[in-house]
């Protein structure tokens, strides 16, 4: 039992490490007026794949942090499909984003802020925690949340 608890201790710290790359993408994001969410993909520990939130940039009302880093993650592995990889975004995933996961294959997400007006991890929808679907996804919800939260809050503070 010890061996679990300490492997747990690692995932976590893992977690925690790559949410705060992913909240430097965020920024990123804020910088060019663009709403601040950040998401990688990491993939037998290395990131293959990075983004943050580009519609207004970019004209594309798809050009959501998780898609722009899982079609970088696609790209560069040159596959559509991502098993085994681990999405990490400051913001719990919309609908749109979590059938993109789901298609990709992805094997685990971890988010920070829970999103209570278009989550689909739990808070609006339940996308990824359905086992109606042909593929599940493992959810981790809440990782620096404090911090990812406070990022959003800044943005649309200092827009009003």
Known sequence: MPMATTDLRMDDTRDELYL?????????????????????????????????????ASHDPTAHA??????????????????????????????????????????RVVFGAFDAKTGAAGSQLDVLNTTRLNHVVELRGGVLADAAAAQLQSFFKARR
């Open 20 to 56: 705060e790359r992913a909240l430097l993408l965020a920024a990123a994001a804020a910088r060019q007026g663009e709403v601040p969410v950040g998401a990688l993909v990491v993939l037998d520990g290395a990131i293959v794949g990075e983004g943050w939130n580009r519609p207004i």
């Open 66 to 107: 998780e898609i722009v880093a899982l079609r970088a993650a696609a790209a560069r592995l040159g596959n559509y499909r991502l098993p085994g990889a681990t999405l990490y975004v400051t913001l719990e995933p919309c609908a749109m984003c979590s059938g993109a996961l789901i298609h990709a294959r992805i094997a």
